[in-house]
């Protein structure tokens, strides 16, 4: 039979709730801080139950969610296996949807992922990019979301430059007599209508 420390995980902003198991033994409760310290010390706790059972393989799994795949990338680092899972696809029962818990999270964790590997049931695990494709993705985000935002500046100023019925001159001359001789408006002039008018040009690579 393989030997296996089991690991179910609630990942949450300040901590880390953990049903532990050996293979087919009741899991147990542990909790730590998710910070670098508590992430340190639950690495330690993990490999000295498995060293304790012979040196089991632990294998360890946690919800995606907004914290990303930090964790795992730290686990994988110390060569602890670590499975991200999608949290749609794991079973909710109605109560469990109501009376929702770090708890009973990390043991619902912890079931799927010991029938993953003592039944071999499905588990719903997501795709780890690799940090340089994270990058890329998070790059190729953010320009968008410039970009986005850049068309409702323009759209806003075009709309306000309408609204006070101001049109862009056609002369030098004209553009002095609209502005006057002040630099503050003349800039404040050029940089509104330069804004409205320039072509957005967005590219994802």
């Known amino acids: 039979m393989a030997n296996y420390i089991i690991v179910g995980c609630d990942l949450s902003d300040r901590n880390m ?3 532990v198991a050996h293979n087919q033994e009741s899991p147990q409760k542990r ?7 508590g992430q340190a010390a639950m690495v330690r706790f993990v490999k000295a139950r498995a060293e304790a059972v012979g040196g089991a393989r632990v294998v360890f799994a946690y919800e995606a969610g907004p914290h990303g795949f930090g964790l795992a990338d730290l686990l994988q680092a110390v060569q602890i296996e670590c499975h991200v899972l999608a949290p749609t696809h794991l079973k909710h029962s109605a109560k469990s949807r ?3 818990t770090d708890e009973k999270d990390a043991v619902r964790i912890f079931e799927a992922l010991r029938g ?14 690799d940090p340089t494709t994270r990058d890329d993705r998070d790059m190729v985000r953010a320009r ?12 806003q100023t075009r ?13 030098a001359r004209a553009f002095a007599a609209v502005m006057g001789n002040s630099p503050i408006q003349s800039r404040t002039w050029s940089a509104a209508s330069a804004l409205a008018t320039m072509p957005l040009r967005v590219t994802a690579t």
């Open 159 to 171: 709309m306000l430059l309408k609204r006070a019925a101001v049109t862009a001159p056609s002369s």
């Open 31 to 37: 909790s730590f801080s998710n910070d670098a310290e």
């Open 98 to 100: 109501k009376q929702k």
């Open 144 to 155: 968008l979301d410039v970009g986005q935002k850049a068309t409702r500046v323009r759209n």
């Open 116 to 129: 993953h590997l003592l039944a071999g049931n499905e588990l719903p695990k997501v795709w780890q990019p």
């Open 17 to 19: 709730m953990l049903q």
